[in-house]
């Protein structure tokens, strides 16, 4: 059976949202997760200029690993290779989030119109009177 065969206009936006994603999204094997930020640091050398300041900038990737939370230093001459994988990495997973919440979408959609159905086809009669 399929799930997802819903009928109606609805149904139907809801699929083709769904191919249309399905359609764009091969797996990019180098994406990464989690957020990129951008960090400022003092460096602790009482004699540089950060220790009165906001600190040295640095980037970072802050991610999650095997349910533990990591924070990786991102060198200033990776970042312009970084940030569009970071990026494709939260399109991805957006996409992905989407996706199974349209079959979830669908899934609602088909109950209700298989409700709907069993109600026409069982029409209890009125007792008539004698
Ligand atoms: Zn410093």
Redesign the pocket.
């Known amino acids: 059976m399929n799930l997802y065969r819903a009928k109606g206009s609805k149904a139907s936006r809801l699929r083709q949202r769904k191919h249309e994603l399905v359609r764009q999204y091969d797996i990019p094997e180098n994406a990464l997760p989690g957020s990129l930020v951008l960090k400022h640091r003092?460096?602790g050398?009482p004699t540089?200029?950060?220790?009165t300041g906001k600190g040295?900038p640095m980037w970072a990737l802050n991610f999650m690993a095997n349910g533990k939370a990591n924070t990786e230093r991102i060198p200033f001459e990776w970042i312009d290779e970084v940030q569009p994988l970071h990026q494709q990495g939260r399109e991805y997973k957006n996409a992905v989030a989407e996706v199974f919440a349209i079959n979830a979408q669908l899934l609602t959609l088909m109950r209700q119109q298989h409700q709907a159905q069993k109600k026409k086809k069982k029409k209890p009669r009125k007792p008539r009177k004698p």
């Open positions: 003092r460096c050398k540089c200029h950060c220790a040295h």
